[in-house]
């Protein structure tokens, strides 16, 4: 493992645990924290897909 991925790893790590406290501090239902999760899951898609691609183009 690169210098780079390590601190790639890292970067994701802190930013699901910004996601995940946000959700845990709403105090919501399961099916509404489900529902959030998977809107949270997309849009870290819809990011990566979006810098991949400017990777792959540039």
Do not use: N, P, Y
């Not at 790893?9 to 924290?33: E, G």
């Amino acid at each position: 493992m690169t210098m780079e991925t390590g601190a790639d790893m890292l970067w994701f790590a802190m930013a699901l645990t910004l996601v995940i406290s946000a959700l845990v501090a709403r105090q919501l239902k399961l099916a509404d924290w489900l529902k959030m999760g998977l809107a949270w899951l997309a849009i870290f898609a819809l990011v990566f897909l979006v810098i991949r691609t400017w990777q792959l183009v540039a």
